[in-house]
């Protein structure tokens, strides 16, 4: 794809003006960092409040007589006993019992369920989900609406200065209110482990609310690089690296996204194989690798046991700057899958010792309650 | 000092070579949090994989920008990785090498021709 193919989020003047480094990510023309860098950008949002732009993801609402129902046919997760002003997490399955993509659902209003989607995966999702839905309910996507992500132990006293509803709510609230002067729906959620919160806007007035939340001296710019670092960090799995259409969520250590009417019905796409992993009968889990010598092991490299015999791969890996050292995550059999195990991680040819430790790799701060 | 196309420069003193990243290269890089240094007594040919920088994101190979034998690598890097921002082309070097043929450190580039294409990039 050509530069010029790229699409463009409502905030990209913003970014090339804030001195971005663009690349293409998901079809778009994307910020992968500002001036400082990912260091620094990694470390500011653990400190302080980071700013991200998530406009590529896609957004839509599902409506109909009962949307969760017709939903529920192709997702994990129990969103008929999703209660209103909650968001629930869930994975998109096919009937293999693979993750198609994972999702936030949330009940933000009376406006059916408010769905975001990984952007490299949202006109695939929606098929999906429409063909599931057809003569029960629509999904319809939400073009015109940018989604910004303040996330750090910042984020709620800078938001509440804008937005005193959003000091009350607690991890995965979801409301739909006005903010800024225009309708917004706001989680309180992300994906860095920090606390924070999504922020959907209309696309018309992105640009302004941004600018608006960078006035504070609190909020900087942070691109994907650092996105990237922080999600790993907080043990948090990737659609396209640590997830695909080939891994289930059991495999993925996803099973809170199973919900508990769901497993006892077994109503879902691929429920025979998820049942059966659930009773234990599974071939690889996700595991967490601190990396103990030499060079950060990426996606792609072999996983081997003590002897050296390949036992799995890492899917994502990397330096986490908060940890202090080289991370990755990686999937083997269950035998090995134990904290505390030594593993090997074979980088450029070189086998390194790597001990196998709990999730997250940094300690996440989601403000459960008040 | 003499530069290649993927931004290695070379420091010639008698019959050894000091290898490095330009400035240019490690601003593109990003922080570098870990080097790969090549292990003493390893012959390298011209354009041939040297080390590896890695910033917090990706790994990137370094090439040899002359042939050579490994006489000396940076261990100072292991420790002090950030060196390769702070100053790449001085403490931030990567291995001396000594030339096998001193001819093709005379056919790369001189800051000038390097200036020059930097700024065809």
């Known amino acids: ?370 | 000092m003499r530069f290649t196309k993927d931004h290695e420069w070379v420091a010639v003193e008698g019959d050894i070579a000091t290898v490095g990243i330009t400035a240019y290269a490690a601003e593109q890089l990003g922080d570098v949090v870990f080097v790969e240094v090549p292990e003493v007594g390893k012959t390298v040919g011209q354009g041939d994989q040297l080390a590896v920088v890695e910033s917090v994101k990706a790994a990137s190979d370094v090439y040899a920008p002359v042939s050579g034998e490994v006489v000396e690598a940076n261990a100072e890097l292991a420790d002090a990785p950030e060196t390769v921002n702070a100053l790449p082309e001085a403490g931030g070097w990567f291995a001396k090498l000594k030339l096998s043929n001193p001819a093709e450190v005379d056919a790369l580039m001189d800051r000038d021709a390097y200036e020059a294409f930097l700024s065809t990039l």
Request: aromatic letters at 6%; hydrophobic letters at 45%.
């Open chain 1, 1 to 370: 794809m050509s530069t010029d193919d790229l699409k463009k989020t409502p905030l990209f003047d913003a970014h090339v003006a804030a001195g971005a480094r663009m690349v293409p990510f998901a079809g778009y023309s994307m910020p992968v960092q500002y001036k400082d860098g990912v260091l620094k950008e990694h470390l500011w949002t653990r400190e302080h409040a980071g700013l991200f732009d998530v406009s590529h993801m896609g957004q839509a609402r599902i409506r109909g007589e009962n949307p969760a129902r017709s939903f529920e046919k192709v997702v994990s997760a129990d969103y008929q006993g999703l209660k209103a002003g909650k968001q629930r997490y869930g994975v998109l399955l096919n009937a293999a019992g693979g993750i198609v993509d994972d999702l936030m659902t949330a009940r933000p209003d009376d406006d059916g369920l408010f769905v975001v989607v990984n952007g490299a995966c949202k006109d695939n999702d929606y098929a999906i989900i429409a063909a599931a839905l057809e003569g029960e309910a629509t999904v319809t996507r939400l073009e015109d609406r940018a989604l910004l992500a303040l996330q750090g132990p910042q984020a709620a006293a800078v938001l509440a200065a804008h937005v005193p509803e959003a000091a009350e709510m607690v991890f995965m609230d979801a409301r739909a209110l006005t903010a800024f002067g225009v309708d917004a729906i706001i989680s309180r959620s992300g994906y860095t482990g920090e606390d924070g919160y999504e922020i959907s806007v209309p696309a018309s007035d992105a640009a302004r609310i941004w600018n608006t939340l960078l006035e504070d001296e609190r909020v900087k710019p942070i691109g994907l690089g650092a996105r990237d670092s922080l999600r790993l960090e907080a043990g948090l799995p990737l659609y396209g690296h640590d997830l695909d259409e080939t891994v289930s969520p059991i495999e993925a250590g996803l099973n809170f996204a199973v919900g508990k009417s769901r497993r006892e019905a077994g109503d879902f796409l691929g429920a025979e194989r998820i049942t059966k992993e659930l009773a234990g009968d599974l071939a690889r889990v996700r595991v967490n690798l601190k990396v103990l010598e030499g060079a950060p092991a990426r996606e792609g490299a072999d996983i081997a046991d003590a002897e050296g015999n390949v036992i799995g791969k890492v899917t994502s890996g990397g330096f986490g700057p908060s940890f202090g050292g080289a991370i990755a995550i990686g999937f083997v059999p269950p035998a090995f899958a134990v904290v505390g195990e030594t593993l090997k991680v074979i980088v450029r040819g070189k086998p390194a010792a790597a001990l196998v430790v709990a999730s997250p790799f940094v300690p996440t701060r989601y403000v459960r309650k008040l």
